[in-house]
């Protein structure tokens, strides 16, 4: 199996003979920025901008080799830091239409409209402005040729990995597709962009086509000098197109077998960050193991059922604290909110907070409501009000109600 962690690396080397020496400076850089902005924020205050920002410079660190881009973009960052007065940079910009004023990347723009569409249509609420930045993908024709332009790197030429880009648009045009609440809020209520069937077709039948054959995984493809394009197995866009499409997809014995062969992969090309597990990826791969239950011979269950059982224990005795905290990770999250919401959901989606048998085991947890109750305790004394804080005791009150 290719290493593309080291296959990337090697091709960032060859456009950049510094690429490792930038990269480490530059990240030596962001790091106390990004402990700053999570001090900041423990204290009740968005700072919306800041969080973009930050967010941008992790993409241009984590996909490019453009230093001179990243460093100005570090500077504006820890400018913003001083200023707290930042819930203008949440708001719908009237111009456009987008959301994420402060990103200059444009498929960031499309990451944050669909987690503002979310929120609109929880609540009922139409957009105040047409969705014109939608433009480049606003026909079936442009949306496929974008999506043809970034689903294959050539770094070694460009230094440029297209993978984040074409995760973030095609998990947003799956949620739009196939996410039957989005689909309607869309048909509904956005103006300045027609989700007709005929785009949902176009869509659905490029995403089947970009489904490889062999893993049974979707995921970037990067040309090489040597070895031709090569077809990344990627956890985290394979997720997304499983989720949102409710697991109505091909090849799941392929899916099955390659879920379980690159546990001990770097992310995204398998379940580790950091030589370790992580809650987020953890949930992801149990919901990829549940959709495709049925779909599997008894082997594949009980390899899938041993590696849950493996991430639970660590879950709990390796990512939380005694009072049901979680362990944040700034190097992956972006928020403390955001540790909590993927423990939360990892938990929840293998089934450590239900009274009934979950689907990978025999019998159901004896103290996960008392577990569920002790993080929505620790949430609430923490102050945690972000979006993602406020989604993972959403889900822990689902799950064991309200425990005062």
């Not at 530059?26 to 402990?35: H, I, K, M, S, T």
């Not at 999570?38 to 941008?56: F, L, P, V």
């Not at 956005?190 to 785009?199: C, E, I, Q, R, T």
């Not at 008894?298 to 899938?304: H, L, P, R, V």
Request: glycine residues 6%; proline residues 3%; charged residues 20%.
């Amino acid at each position: 199996m290719t290493n593309f962690e080291q296959l990337i690396s090697d091709q960032f080397c060859a456009f950049d003979a510094n690429y490792l020496s930038q990269q480490a400076t530059f990240e030596a850089q962001l790091a106390p920025l990004q402990e700053k902005l999570i001090a900041i924020q423990k204290t009740g205050s968005s700072m919306a901008a800041s969080d973009q920002q930050m967010i941008e410079c992790k993409w241009f660190l984590s996909y490019t080799a453009d230093w001179k881009t990243l460093a100005g973009k570090l500077a504006a960052f820890e400018k913003s830091l001083d200023n707290p007065d930042q819930d203008w940079a949440s708001q719908q910009v009237a111009i456009d239409g987008s959301w994420g004023p402060c990103y200059d990347q444009w498929f960031l723009k499309v990451d944050a409209m669909i987690d503002a569409v979310n929120t609109l249509a929880d609540e009922g609420q139409a957009p105040k402005y047409p969705f014109l930045f939608l433009a480049p993908i606003a026909t079936p024709q442009k949306m496929v040729a974008w999506l043809e332009s970034q689903k294959t790197s050539h770094i070694f030429a460009d230094g440029l990995d297209r993978r984040d880009a074409l995760g973030a648009v095609t998990a947003t045009l799956s949620q739009m597709c196939f996410k039957s609440e989005i689909r309607d809020y869309f048909q509904t209520h956005v103006k300045g962009f027609n989700l007709s069937d005929d785009y949902i077709a176009a869509y659905k039948k490029w995403l089947d086509d970009w489904q490889d054959g062999q893993s049974g995984y979707w995921g970037g493809w990067f040309a090489t000098a040597s070895d031709g394009v090569l077809k990344s197995p990627d956890l985290s866009l394979t997720f997304h197109n499983i989720s949102y499409q409710h697991g109505k997809v091909d090849l799941w014995g392929e899916i099955f077998a390659t879920t379980l062969a690159i546990r001990d992969q770097a992310y995204p090309f398998g379940w580790k960050h950091n030589d370790d597990f992580n809650n987020h990826n953890n949930y992801d791969v149990t919901k990829i193991f549940d959709l495709g239950w049925s779909h599997v011979d008894d082997a594949s269950q009980k390899a899938a059922s041993d590696d849950i059982g493996l991430v639970l224990d660590w879950c709990l005795t390796k990512s939380m604290t005694p009072d049901g905290g979680f362990i944040d990770d700034p190097t992956f999250y972006n928020s403390v909110g955001a540790a909590y919401y993927y423990g939360v959901s990892f938990l929840d989606q293998a089934g450590y907070f239900a009274t009934a048998k979950p689907f990978w085991t025999d019998k159901p947890f004896a103290d996960g409501p008392a577990l569920c109750c002790k993080i929505q305790k620790k949430i609430k004394s923490e102050g945690l009000d972000d979006a993602e804080a406020k989604a993972a005791l959403e889900k822990l009150v689902d799950a064991c109600g309200n425990c005062t």
